[in-house]
């Protein structure tokens, strides 16, 4: 996750945002599915990064989610 870079990519500027949120509930798609971190907890996580002064958005899957890909279901290398 390049999140530690200081300049928005799109325009410049240095004033840049973070927050973390589900990547799905169960009124709508389920956008990281089977990384989620136990059948209890079954929701993966995105950490969200937005530009305040262009508004560019970007959704980084947490870590915990990542570790998953390899062995997960439905999830192929490309
Ligand atoms: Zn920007």
Redesign the pocket.
């Known amino acids: 996750m390049k999140t530690d870079n200081v300049k928005?990519p799109?325009?410049?500027?240095e004033s840049?945002y973070r927050t973390t949120t589900n990547s799905g509930s169960g009124h709508g798609p389920m956008l990281l599915p089977e990384l989620g971190r136990s059948f209890w907890k079954p929701i993966a996580k995105f950490q969200v990064v937005v530009?305040a002064?262009?508004?560019?958005t970007r959704f980084y899957a947490e870590p915990d989610a990542r570790l998953k890909l390899p062995t997960a279901d439905g999830w192929l290398p490309i």
Do not use: I
């Not at 799109?10 to 500027?13: L, R, S, T, V, Y």
């Not at 002064?53 to 560019?56: A, D, I, K, S, V």
């Open positions: 928005c799109e325009c410049g500027a840049r530009c002064e262009c508004g560019l």
